[in-house]
């Protein structure tokens, strides 16, 4: 057992370390990145289906693993189109640097306590006020017409904000960690109808924005000075400091021991590379180590290198079966496309050429290896490419009518120049032409006729008309 | 100018005169050693295709025989023939060899004739080789056998 442990850690190139580490990163990378989002969620989901369909296949299941093969394609597509917002935010929002390395920043705690007491203060005062603490989801495709702002919270701030006199004071701020990041935006307004009367614009501004985002809206009636809290489809009004602390907490997520927070954080990312380095380890196994098969290929074979004045007559082959070892999963991936059969025919003579099928002469994908080869010889025919020159004789067909003699016959030109192959030219002695028909000749007369080139490898010298105009000249039989 | 035309018409009728005597000079060795009179060659005279022949003359020449004729015919005449000899026609139908025919020449000049009967399966361009007995081709006659 060890024994064999030990062979197959020999066995293991320093290429496949690369392979398995280069992986494992990138499937980390996507993991640290794309974390805690609804789009890694859906991956998740994708993977699951996909060891679903494999488990199915393996199982026989053949209507299971189509269903759930179409199901994996669309949710695939959905995923990016659905979730293009959040794709976009992650590589918008960090230089290429934070995606091959950077880890997930130390959150920014948002100043809870400042916000509620400015909350409180404006209800106080009577001044309408509406706050928006995002949660994961982007919110540009929901609000319209804000202003940048980008300043640090402060009870200050947000009640100058609000103040009636300031132009941005009847839209909504947007507070992001420590900063507020917008101010004077719009919000969609929510279409329920079970709203109290007592509600006005800025709570169905709220109530809008929390049930078509992840988003907590926080309104100050200037008319009651109280204060709701919306977020989902969920209306609840504040009483009292501690509620309303507490509810901006849940939002946030707020941890009260920053430090064990941060300590799960690492645990967890550390496991996430774990896992990763497990999961491209496992696949990389099943891939290139797993359960050893054969399977063959019919592979067309292509010749290269062939000289100019050389022409390729016929081959004994045109394709070959080659025995391809390797894993099941990886030979079942392989398409024939991704295998070349080649031969060099830059030392090739005259006449027939017998090349042995080596593994020099196939291009196969790393992890498989050649068993077997059929047939294990080719033998091509090459010839040397020549030109002749031949008389052109008409082709005549059908029947003449009896009472006349065709007597004369001339072809414009009288000869041809072919080129092509030595040996078929060398048997040639005449070129023909397509058959003319006789049966309508009734004096002496012309008529063009196509010359019949009797072999694919054969083409007329540059200069010559595959038509030639045939003159014949008839009389009257006695 | 006239004085100029007169002295080189006068000029170039002295260096006639001149090169026409030494010609002469030339010439009467030659009549006491004459040059080798080539001997006559073996000459095809008449070459042609027809249907048959009446009192050694060709009858109906053509290039297209119908298979209803029966026969094709290829009339070859010489004249000289210097020396008793042979001669060949080689009978091809589309560049396949079908027939070859010896022909014996005799003195002083001669003439000789091959035929081939024609039937359905020999439809197609034909071509006659008229050989001397080195194997040189003469001249080549082509024709067509037809329905």
Redesign the interface.
Known sequence: MLQKLLIFISSIRWQDFIDIAFNSYILFRLYALFRGTDAFRVLVGIAFLWILQRLAISMGLILTSWMMEGIIAVAALIVIVVFRNEIRSVFRARNIWAILWGLPQKPMKTPVEIITESVFDLAKRRIGALIVLPGKEDLEEFVQRGVPWDGKVSKEMIESIFWPNNPVHDGAAIVSENRVVEVGVILPLSSRTDFPSAYGTRHRAAAGLAETTDAMVIVVSEERGTITITRGFNVLNINGRNQLINAINEHLGVRENQSRFLKRRKIELRTAALVSLLIVSVVWFSISRGLDSIKTFDIPVEYANQKPDMELLNTSATSVRLFLRGSRALLKSIRPEQIRVKMDLGKAVDGTNTFAITNDNLSIPPGLSLKEVRPMVVDVNLDTRSKKNL?V????????P?DL?????QIKPSAVELSGPKTILE????I?TTGIP?NNITGSGKTDSKLVIPSAFLKLASGFKETVEVTYEVKK?K | MWNRSIFLGWFFAVLFSFAQNIQGADAEPKSESPLPIKPPQLTLVQAVMCEGLEELEPV?????F?VANGNVFCFTAFDPVPEKTVIYHHW?K??QPEKEIKLGLKTPKWSSFSKISIRNMDV??W?VEILDSDGKILK?L?F?V??
Not at chain 1, 393 to 400: E, F, I, M, S, Y
Not at chain 1, 427 to 430: C, E, H, L, Q, V
Not at chain 2, 60 to 64: A, K, L, M, S
Request: charged residues 25%; hydrophobic residues 35%.
């Open positions: 008389p004789q008409a082709d005549w067909v059908g029947k003449l009896p003699i065709l007597f004369g016959v048997g040639m002695r005449t023909y006789l039989r | 109906n020449e053509t290039v297209i119908s091809f589309r560049d197609g361009p071509r080549t082509r067509s037809t329905e």
